[in-house]
């Protein structure tokens, strides 16, 4: 027996649904096949890195030790001095960033990541949308004036998938829950906020006393109008980010949950809607001739996402291109994955 077959046994033991009396078709198999292989492909990556960052380190450290070991003792204390000073100042900002998220957990504007969709994404959908949360978490950290971040629906396979994805994620300064959004604030409905671009009300200013919602799901665009649909189901209100206003896109109003996170953080912190779309929304997706001071790429966290989360206005339709100059090209170009917030 090859080792490929028995990788596949393997790995169809390990499938929940090869559990069943149907066999896999050689195609399905293929695909198994394909997946487990990446899978050791990755595990080799990440193992030739980690040897690579330790081999690095081990560098760093004996350039260091020579250098301090050429060293008179008035120039080891002086070294000795100037260190001391950059870890209290590290120290020092490090608490300062604590106590800031701190408060904020007391007095801050709420801002829910509704992750209640994990049964509409892949694993790979699944995984990006925790790299984006540790984006939005990094970007509060960050801010001069935090937001209390809630993350709702935290259970199953989303918690699973943040446990790995996002390092520290139990000590992250921000609310966790299981339950709902409706069941976790069952007492304050009336405040509850769904941002989404079909919303009919647009946000002027940010009211302290509301409580803000951006859809967690990163889908491909799959689901149209899912948080319109669901909160006109839960009967809670609506709003949509007023972009339009102020920057032109060269596409839709989709973004991922990271950017439409951030950007709430920015508009707190500055008080001006312009600078904070203009601090957080990429050139890519910016009109050619905006001459609006857009963020640079290499500013923007390295997500894969195009259009995700529709914060003013729905996407619009797609032209038909010709087929016969299209085929050359689907070779070569790259599947883009997105992710739908606010929808």
Known sequence: MTSEKV?????????????GPVPLSKNQQKKLLKAVKYQDKKKEKR???????QKLQEERRAEALARLAGMSEEEKLKWREEKAVRVGARKQTTQEKKARLEQALVKGQRLIVDL?????????EL????????????????SSKPMHLIFTGVQGRMKECINKQ??????????????????????ETEQLVYLTADSENEIQELDPSKIYIVGGIVDRNRYKNLCAGKAEEEGIATAKLPIGDYVALSSSS???????VE???????????RAAFEAVIPTRKRKAGDTSDAVPEDNVPAVKEEPCAPASAPAPQKQKKDKAAVKGAAATKPRKETASVGK
């Open 263 to 273: 950007i709430m953080i920015r508009q707190q912190e500055l008080g001006d809607w």
């Open 7 to 19: 990788k596949v046994q393997q790995a169809q033991a390990d499938t929940p649904a090869a559990a």
């Open 116 to 124: 209640s969709f994990e049964d509409k994404m892949t694993d790979a």
């Open 166 to 187: 996002c390092s520290g994620f139990d000590n992250w300064i921000a609310t966790k829950s299981k339950a709902t959004y409706l069941v976790h604030f069952k007492e």
């Open 127 to 142: 995984k990006s949308l925790c790299q984006q949360l540790a984006y939005c978490y990094s970007a509060n950290a960050r």
């Open 47 to 53: 193992e030739r890195e980690k040897a690579e960052r």
């Open 254 to 260: 989709v973004m991922c949950t990271n950017h439409v």
